[in-house]
């Protein structure tokens, strides 16, 4: 099983960026799906989670209303579009994966919850 984060890159305060994360080995579609995040010297945080089926989603408050996730089951792919960046959005960004029987469920948002970890893309914002 191999996930490949990949979109993260140096940017301003106010700009926009869109991660993605290409899945191989799993089947896509049984999977729940969630972006976690973590700066240095500080936990791995939850971001956003989506479910199966993309009906359902969840967000952390810290990025509410600038983020969107979304996934698109044909091409095995998870994508964060995360708009009107900020400083303390700087961190290593984490796709991971989350099996459910549920279609509807968006994914739990505790980080040992999930069965496979991509390797990170590091997005860093300057202000």
């Known amino acids: 099983v191999q996930l490949q984060a990949s979109g993260g890159g140096l940017l301003q305060a106010g700009d926009s960026l869109r991660l993605s994360c290409a899945a191989s080995?799993?089947?896509?579609?049984?999977?729940?799906m969630g972006w976690f995040r973590q700066a240095p010297g500080k936990e791995r945080e939850f971001v956003s989670s989506?479910?199966?089926?993309?009906?359902?989603?969840f967000y952390a408050d810290s990025v509410k209303g600038r983020t969107t996730i979304s996934r698109d089951n044909a091409k095995n792919t998870l994508y964060l579009q995360a708009n009107s960046l900020k400083p303390e959005d700087t961190a290593v960004y984490y796709c991971?994966?989350?099996?459910?029987?549920?279609?509807?469920?968006?994914?739990?948002?505790?980080?040992?919850?999930?069965?496979?970890w991509g390797q990170g893309t590091q997005v860093t914002v300057s202000s």
């Open positions: 989506i479910s199966r089926s993309a009906e359902k989603k």
């Open positions: 991971a994966a989350h099996f459910s029987v549920n279609p509807q469920y968006p994914g739990p948002p505790r980080w040992n919850a999930y069965d496979y």
């Open positions: 080995g799993v089947t896509f579609s049984d999977y729940a």
